[in-house]
């Protein structure tokens, strides 16, 4: 795009209040967009891991995960995030004053309202692959609700791809998840996997999806995804999940089309099925 995007109101509205923030090692700053879309990231909010400084705000980051991911217990213990993200990657997030945040929030952060701190609230992390380019997509959390926002997990994803200067997206997310709508915003998905015993929950589908500068710009102009006409409605049970994906690893090339459709015989993924 020659121009940066229109912003949706609601991105706007979480602008009038957040911050953009990046957790990567000072070395790493060179390698990564710091203005993603004309929204630069502030230097006090350019966080570098390997310093003591860091810990308070790695600490939050930590408990934001702990609250997005840890009643499905996928939360991440400290570690990993060191290992498999702040160091090989980036993490990127928008951050909040204390005061703007529910007192719940800020009991669980153990944080003032009136403390001259920027709290995490939403989070992004995408992880290299072999291929260049390519990032696999480990975590995408929001707290926005506790700030009055919405669509702060598409608005933190949409920028987080940008961060990282990433080409293509591939990511894992469950059928049942509402993670699903919002991955969908990015879309058309394609299926990589649609039953994954690899994965700790085998319901699990391997999407990709595109990150060029018109695909991101459309999602935070708050576009549609591009229409996919479907050629078969598939039931999200064991049986038409497994079905599924034994078509993948013959060769179809399959899409997610749209969004899942309740029927009175259960859940529905419409597919667009090509040999």
Request: aromatic share 8%; proline share 8%.
């Amino acid at each position: 795009m020659a121009h940066p995007p229109e912003l949706a109101e609601i991105y706007r509205d979480a602008l009038r209040i957040c911050r953009p923030f990046v957790v990567a090692p000072r070395g790493h700053w060179e390698h990564l967009d710091l203005a993603p879309f004309g929204i630069k990231i502030p230097k006090t909010l350019r966080i570098d891991p390997t310093v003591l400084a860091s810990q308070r705000f790695l600490t939050w980051i930590e408990r934001l995960d702990a609250q997005t991911f840890g009643p499905q217990a996928m939360a991440m213990e400290r570690w990993v995030f060191y290992d498999c993200a702040e160091w090989p990657s980036a993490l990127f997030g928008l951050a909040v004053r204390p005061r703007d945040v529910s007192p719940m929030l800020r009991e669980r952060f153990e944080v003032a309202p009136q403390e001259k701190v920027w709290v995490p609230l939403s989070l992004h992390v995408a992880i290299p692959t072999v291929a260049p380019g390519e990032f696999f997509e480990h975590n995408v959390g929001s707290l926005g609700k506790e700030a009055g926002l919405k669509g702060l997990g598409t608005f933190t994803k949409a920028l987080g791809c940008r961060v990282l200067r990433a080409k293509s997206l591939v990511g894992a997310a469950q059928w049942n998840g509402r993670a699903l709508t919002m991955h969908r915003r990015f879309g058309p998905l394609e299926l990589l996997t649609a039953f994954t015993p690899a994965h700790s929950y085998p319901r699990t589908l391997t999407y990709r999806h595109g990150t060029d500068a018109a695909l991101l710009g459309r999602v935070l102009e708050d576009g549609e995804a591009p229409s996919v006409e479907s050629t078969q409605l598939v039931k999200v049970d064991e049986r038409g999940l497994i079905g599924l994906q034994r078509r993948i690893e013959r060769g179809a090339h399959c899409t997610l089309a749209g969004p899942l459709v309740e029927r009175a015989r259960g859940l529905f993924a419409p597919i667009r099925v090509e040999t």
